[in-house]
Every structure is written in C-alpha cells, then in structure tokens.
C-alpha cells in the first residue's frame, strides 16, 4: 500500500495562474517532506522541502503548505510559467527510517501559455 | 563534469544477456541510491550505500547486484534479467545516509536515469 499518494496523474493551468498540487500520506512517522520536479529525460531535481516542525516554506515562487493533522502537504506554484511543465514528485522521510525516501507516483503539470 | 551522471542512457538487453549501469557523482557525497521507476508507479528504492557499505536492500531480486568502489562511483550490474525489470533506473547521491532533517544536507541529487528494456 503506498504510503505517499498523489492522487491527481495530470494538472492544466493557465500562464499566470496558481498551480496547487497536492499530496496525502498515511506514515504518521514523516516527518520531513520534499517536492522534487522532473522533465522528459532527466532526473528529479529538488524543488522545496518542509519539515514537520513548520506548516509552512516559501521559496520565491513555490511555496509547500503542511497540514500535519489532515497528513497532506500541497505545493503552490504562483504565477504559473511554461517552464514549470514536468511532472512533480512528493517524497517524505523519517528518523526511524534512516532518512530513506518514499514517492509518490507524481503529477503530470501543464502550464498553457 | 558536475552533479550525477549516468551510462548509458538507455539500453536494450536480452533476458540472458548481462550488462552494468554505472552512476558516478561529482558533489562529494558520501551515500549513494539506485531507484527503479516503473511506468505510472513511484519510485521505488532498490540499494543504499553509506562511505562505500551498503545499508539497504530492499528486496531486490540477486539478478540486480550492486557494487560500489568508492564514494563517487556506484554500478548495478545486471544479468538474466525478465522483461517487467524494463524500467527507468535512477542513481542519486546525497551528503550522508539519515542526517538530521534540521541540517538541510540530506536531500538527494538524481541522475537523468538509464532507460532499460528487456526483451
């Protein structure tokens, strides 16, 4: 049973619009969360990362919002550009388990010029 | 050269064939990944190296055999593989396996991955 869901395979937003993309877990031991962004042909690349002591971690245009007591954790990307089609992974980690990464299956994001 | 390279990029291979990947990192890290992404799946770690021993196994099956000389280099060697091990392999690296999350160093670096098809 995957313990990282990202429900939503695909997302379209306009250019300049907000684009929320949005992941839930069941492992109450995360406590560290990481969105990382990938295009065709490459590897991930790390996008934001909260941990468990916030709710909140804003790096220009992304920022990830944590709802620990609902165990989900959103991404907002504000304004949208082209550049940010690729699909877009979360992946949390705990203490108890040396730090190792779990995935979720990624979001397909579309941003229409 | 920088960040996470991997070779070759893709690769064909028959069921009775053996073949290596190799990852190689340039960020002087010492723990290093290979991780399997399946179509439509998540990605699913296979081995952990921590200053060159291996930490984590998760599973794989012995026709997968990982070695890693070094800190910077990591091979996963392949051989009787089956057609649904088809797949896109990634290698990351990170500074070191379950730092605390407060230091911010233990985020992982990816390669762009080897497409691996078996016929």
Sequence with gaps: DQQVKQNSPSLSVQEGRISILNCDYTNSMFDYFLWYKKYPAEGPTFLISISSIKDKNEDGRFTVFLNKSAKHLSLHIVPSQPGDSAVYFCAASSSGSARQLTFGSGTQLTVLP | ?119
């Design chain 2, 1 to 119: 050269e920088t960040g996470v390279t991997q070779t070759p990029r893709h690769l064909v291979m028959g069921m009775t064939n053996k073949k290596s990947l190799k990852c190689e990192q340039h960020l002087g890290h010492n723990a290093m990944y290979w991780y399997k992404q399946s179509a439509k799946k998540p990605l699913e770690l296979m081995f952990v190296y921590n200053f060159k021993e291996q930490t984590e196994n998760n599973s794989v099956p012995s026709r997968f055999s990982p070695e890693c000389p070094n800190s910077s280099h990591l091979f996963l060697h392949l051989h009787t593989l089956q057609p649904e091990d088809s797949a896109l392999y990634l290698c990351a690296s990170s500074q070191e396996v379950g730092l605390a999350i407060t230091s911010g160093t233990d985020t992982q670096y990816f390669g762009p991955g080897t497409r691996l098809t078996v016929l």
